[in-house]
């Protein structure tokens, strides 16, 4: 990891050497204009959930109307976060995210902890579990009288991680490419969804949509219910900060980050907000809950002949998502690289296709891992918690970035009243998290903290043995003459914001590489 410290930032000239960066400027291009960071967006957000089990949040909220206002009003607070995120993305313009941000306002070790829970469990877990959803919508009409084989569903989910990180390899342009088309099927599939809903209303279908009925409660209305309705709200806006992890490789990232930020969560909230009206003209609320594939349900009631459209549409809903995983998480583990907190390998990218082919490979392995176990479901209710967590992190580290640097450059710059806002929303569903469920948030604390140790030995303890050294460097040349791939030349999008940085982000960090 040390040896990622010393070599990052750029600041070294490009040699021949095997572990240097290649003459001629080699870096991550600037190919994600606006079209693609709404698809990376909106792609990395609706994933299967709105199709298969939008029905977390009815079943806690009690009832069709407090259900829908719970969906708008957690589509309003994604907004309110993604805006606090959208300032930090143009005042830190770095790849990385959330872990960017920490490791630069709040130091090293909270930074590495971010990327820890993220690398061992998050991603891998989340992209397995979305390739699985993908294998058992595409083999399920071979097997209409039983369960889908298991070995099945894993190879073929496998073959979706290999066949997407190829893509990946291949070029930044093609990625996008098929996250732009991908999400745009997702978003026709659900635009027949709500039409579908319209026609239904028309007929006079909205029985659930009248006030009488749509606040009847279904069961007795309970705050801790309604609370955990919320929570699973958020969880279902999970994906909307992912834009964040590719700001280097936006074009016009001060305009093109925020702006996409603008059109992509209104979208997506309108879009979750009228799915479910449509839902309930077709179907009552036990309906609906009884249902393990809500899409399909309806298209079986709705679309006739043509309810194999739902079923289709799941399945590319979900190639989508892994894409759209694999594209971010890759540049997340790229960052932490980087910035000394990964083996510097991962830090590498194409001499010619300029993509991170040694933090993709890496991401697709540590996912393949994730398949042959049989707890994935477990792991993702432990760190989802810690996933939470660090948005609150994040969001209150725009605070106090504004007390340390009132002057710093911000292209965009929010009234303070949008993080107090999210704070104590998130400070509300956190709280109620560890009341209602303290093992399972104590697992996921107890799994963070586990990097502790980690970052001690791998990034805090300078000294380490000559081998350890010699080890990692004929590592990292055995996979650079594998994969083709140099250090790239880094450069700041803005050198006035770096030079404010400075001096807060090191302040007492033990992982800044000492001259």
């Known amino acids: 990891m040390e040896e990622g410290a010393r070599r990052r930032g750029g600041s070294e000239k490009a040699s021949d050497g095997p572990d240097q960066p290649a003459k001629g400027g080699v870096g991550l291009k600037k190919e994600i204009g606006l079209v693609s960071a709404c698809g990376i967006i909106v792609g990395n957000i609706i994933g299967s959930g709105i199709f298969v089990s939008p029905k977390g949040v009815l079943e806690n909220s009690g009832s069709v109307g407090l259900a829908l206002l719970v969906w708008l009003m957690t589509g309003l607070i994604t907004a309110v976060g993604a ?21 630069d306002i709040f130091g090293g070790l909270a930074g590495f902890l971010r990327l820890w829970v993220a690398v061992l469990v998050i991603y891998p877990t989340t992209q397995a579990v979305i390739a699985l959803t993908f294998a058992n919508y595409v083999l399920h009409p071979l097997f209409p009288t039983c369960l889908v084989p298991e070995g099945g569903l894993r190879l073929l989910a496998g073959v979706c991680l290999l066949l997407l990180t190829w893509v990946n390899c291949a070029s930044v342009r093609w990625a996008t490419r098929v996250q732009d088309v991908f999400t745009a099927g997702k978003l026709l599939a659900l635009a027949l969804i709500i039409v579908m809903g319209i026609v239904q209303i028309c007929k006079g279908q909205y029985y659930w949509l009248e006030p009488r009925h749509a606040f009847e409660a279904f069961v007795p209305v309970d705050v801790g219910l309604v609370a955990l309705a919320f929570l699973q709200g958020s969880f279902a806006y999970g994906g909307w900060n992912f834009l964040n992890y590719v700001t280097e490789e936006l074009v016009n990232p001060s305009r093109n980050l925020p702006l996409a930020i603008f059109i992509s969560i209104p979208l997506v909230t309108f879009i979750f907000v009228f799915a479910n009206v449509a839902y309930v003209t077709a179907m009552s609320p036990q309906e609906l809950l009884a249902s393990n594939a809500v899409a399909v349900t309806f298209g079986e009631k709705l679309l006739g002949v043509m309810a194999w459209i739902m079923p289709i549409s799941v399945a590319l809903s979900t190639f989508g998502g892994v894409n759209g995983s694999l594209f971010t998480s890759s540049r997340l583990f790229f960052a932490g690289a980087r910035e000394g907190h990964l083996p510097s390998v991962l830090a590498m990218i194409h001499m010619q296709r300029c993509t991170p082919i040694p933090a993709l490979v890496f991401t697709c392995l540590s996912t393949l891992l994730m398949l042959v176990t049989s707890d994935i479901y477990t792991l993702i209710n432990y760190v989802g918690f810690i996933n939470y967590l660090f948005y609150g992190v994040t969001v209150a580290g725009q605070i106090v970035l504004r007390w340390r640097q009132p002057d710093m450059v911000r292209p965009i710059k929010v ?20 009341w209602s469920e303290p093992v399972v948030c104590g697992v996921g604390l107890a ?3 586990t990097g502790v140790p980690v970052y001690g030995l791998g990034v805090a303890w300078r000294r380490k043995p000559p081998a350890v050294y ?5 590592v990292t040349r055995v996979t650079q003459k594998m994969c083709g791939v140099v250090y790239p030349e880094m450069e700041s999008p803005d050198p006035e914001c770096t030079e404010q940085l400075e001096p807060m982000c090191h302040a007492g960090d033990p992982d800044r590489p000492h001259d």
């Not at 104590?424 to 709280?431: E, G, K, R, S």
């Not at 010699?470 to 004929?474: D, H, N």
């Open 83 to 103: 805006l606090c995120y959208a300032e930090l993305g143009v005042t830190i313009p770095k790849s990385g995210g959330d872990y960017s941000y920490v490791k």
């Open 415 to 434: 009234s303070l009243f949008f993080p107090v806002i999210y704070l104590l929303f998130w400070a509300f569903l956190l709280i109620f998290s560890l």
């Open 447 to 449: 799994i963070m903290l």
């Open 470 to 474: 010699t080890c990692l460097a004929a």
